[in-house]
T-cell receptor, first 114, second 111 residues
């Protein structure tokens, strides 16, 4: 089973609104990352938050991490049509002698309507 | 910089045929990965290589083999393709297992 699970699976909002999506995971992690995937393309890294951090910002993105609840959220403020994409969380866990292994969730499909 | 380059972009195979997906990165990254993505789903890790000379199984390694040819190149081989291996395959690389840089993907259909 996948380590990270996103919620909701799909989200439809109007341009200018905020979009929030959540990620839950099961085991201890070193860091948690969020990626964006436009249709038919590879994933693009958005932001990384380490296990000892609680909140991080990057432009219109805000990520929170609650290790006690094993959950993270991604907030996109003032959304634009160009934000239409699928968003994935990925958890990094330490694998002895092999470094971190990233495991992806199923993603949240976001549609921003103009 | 090219980043992560995957070839081919599209491939159609018949059941039982073999093929190798090629991946190369020019960012001097130590770690490389192969993922598959099925429609409407997230990525599942097939194999990864934390450094040159090492490879390890991911979540779904059955039916695949990999070779870390050198620091730049990491290939994925399907010895006897099956319809269940129809998917989009992504190669990725990272420095010290931090953020991943992805290739543009290979769309594989096995008939």
């Amino acid at each position: 089973s996948q380590q990270g699970e996103e919620d909701p699976q799909a989200l439809s909002i109007q341009e200018g609104e905020n979009a929030t999506m959540n990620c839950s995971y099961k085991t201890s992690i070193n860091n948690l990352q969020w990626y964006r995937q436009n249709s038919g393309r590879g994933l693009v890294h958005l932001i990384l938050i380490r296990s000892n951090e609680r909140e991080k910002h990057s432009g219109r993105l805000r990520v929170t991490l609650d290790t006690s609840k094993k959950s993270s959220s991604l907030l996109i403020t003032a959304s634009r049509a160009a934000d239409t994409a699928s968003y994935f969380c990925a958890t990094a866990s330490w694998i002895k002698a092999a470094g971190n292994k990233l495991t992806f969730g199923g993603g949240t499909r976001v549609l921003v309507k103009p | 910089n090219a980043g992560v380059t995957q070839t081919p972009k599209f491939q159609v195979l018949k059941t039982g045929q073999s093929m190798t997906l090629q991946c190369a990165q020019d960012m001097n990254h130590n770690s490389m990965y192969w993922y598959r993505q099925d429609p409407g789903m997230g990525l599942r890790l097939i194999y990864y290589s934390a450094s040159e000379g090492t490879t390890d199984k991911g979540e779904v390694p059955n039916g695949y083999n990999v070779s870390r040819l050198n620091k730049r190149e990491f290939s994925l081989r399907l010895e006897s393709a099956a319809p269940s291996q129809t998917s989009v395959y992504f190669c990725a690389s990272s420095l010290f297992n931090e953020k991943l840089f992805f290739g543009s993907g290979t769309q594989l259909s096995v008939l």
